[in-house]
C-alpha cells in the first residue's frame, strides 16, 4: 500500500528555516513526483511547487521563488521540503503529495493529464516571536 | 498565474439532493483540471482527474465535466458524508493554482 509519512510539527522565529521530510513506501519513489501544498487555518490550498524525484526537477510557485526548495534522497525514497526566511505567514500545515501523470487518448495524440493521488497527513508549522 | 475561481464559496443541502459546484479559469486550460474533497482536519483526496474522469474508487455519485475555461462538479444523491470542503486545481503547464474552495454543509 502506497504511504506518505511526514515528519512531526515544527515552532520557528520569524526569519528562521524549516525543512519538511515526507517519506514514501509502497511503490518505486522515482517514478512520480512529489507535490507540495500547503493550507493556513481556514483557508484554502496553496500549491508550492513539484519535484521530478528521478531527474531532479522542479518547479516552483512564483510566490515561492527564491525561498523554497525541494530536494530527495532516492535511498531512502525520502523528499524534503525546506523555506527559508519564514514569517507568521508561513504559519500553515504542509502536505506532500505523490504527482502522477495519466496518459489518455485525444482525438489526435494524447492528453497527459498530472494530478496528486496519494498524500501525506501534512505537518504543521508555526511562525512565531 | 492563473487564477481558479470557485463558486459558490459554500453551500447547504440535504441528503439526497445533487449539488452543483463550478471553477472557473482566468484562461483556457483545455481539460487540465483536478477536483479534490478534504474533510475538516484531513489531508485531501483526488475525486476527479482531466477535468471528467473519475479516480478508482470514488463513488459513481461524483461527476466532472467542462473544458477550455469552465468547469462543474456535481454530486448527486447526497449523504451525509459528503460534508466538505471541495477543491479545484488546474494543471496546465509547469505551475498549477488551486480554487479558493467550495465548503459543502449536509442539512
Known amino acids: 500500500q502506497v504511504h506518505l509519512v511526514q515528519s512531526g510539527a515544527e515552532v520557528k522565529k520569524p526569519g528562521a528555516s524549516v525543512k519538511v521530510s515526507c517519506k514514501a513506501s509502497?511503490?518505486?519513489?522515482?517514478?512520480?513526483?512529489i507535490n507540495w501544498v500547503r493550507q493556513a487555518t481556514g483557508q484554502g490550498l496553496e500549491w508550492m511547487g513539484w519535484?521530478?524525484?528521478?531527474?531532479?526537477?522542479?518547479a516552483y510557485a512564483q510566490k515561492f521563488q527564491g525561498r523554497v526548495t525541494m530536494t530527495a534522497d532516492t535511498s531512502t525514497s525520502t523528499a524534503y521540503m525546506a523555506l527559508s526566511s519564514l514569517n507568521t505567514e508561513d504559519t500553515a500545515v504542509y502536505f506532500c503529495?505523490?504527482?502522477?501523470?495519466?496518459?489518455?487518448?485525444?482525438?489526435?495524440?494524447?492528453?497527459?493529464?498530472?494530478?496528486?493521488?496519494?498524500w501525506g497527513k501534512g505537518t504543521a508549522v508555526s511562525v512565531s516571536s | 498565474d492563473i487564477q481558479m475561481t470557485q463558486s459558490p464559496s459554500s453551500l447547504s443541502a440535504s441528503v439526497g439532493d445533487t449539488v452543483t459546484i463550478t471553477c472557473r479559469a482566468s484562461?483556457?486550460?483545455?481539460?487540465?483540471l483536478n477536483w479534490y474533497q478534504q474533510r475538516p482536519g484531513k489531508a485531501p483526496i483526488l475525486l476527479i482527474y482531466?477535468?471528467?474522469r473519475s479516480q478508482s474508487g470514488v463513488p459513481s455519485r461524483f461527476s466532472g465535466s467542462g473544458a477550455g475555461t469552465d468547469f462543474t462538479l456535481t454530486i448527486s444523491s447526497l449523504q451525509a458524508e459528503d460534508s466538505a470542503t471541495y477543491h479545484c486545481?488546474?494543471?496546465?503547464?509547469?505551475?498549477?493554482?488551486f480554487g479558493q474552495g467550495t465548503k459543502l454543509e449536509i442539512k
Open positions: 519535484m521530478n524525484t528521478n531527474t531532479g526537477k522542479t
Open positions: 486545481q488546474q494543471t496546465f503547464g509547469l505551475l498549477w493554482t
Open positions: 484562461q483556457s486550460i483545455s481539460s487540465y
Open positions: 482531466g477535468a471528467s
Open positions: 509502497g511503490y518505486n519513489f522515482t517514478t512520480t513526483d
Open positions: 503529495a505523490r504527482g502522477v501523470v495519466s496518459r489518455v487518448a485525444a482525438a489526435v495524440g494524447y492528453y497527459y493529464f498530472s494530478y496528486m493521488d496519494v
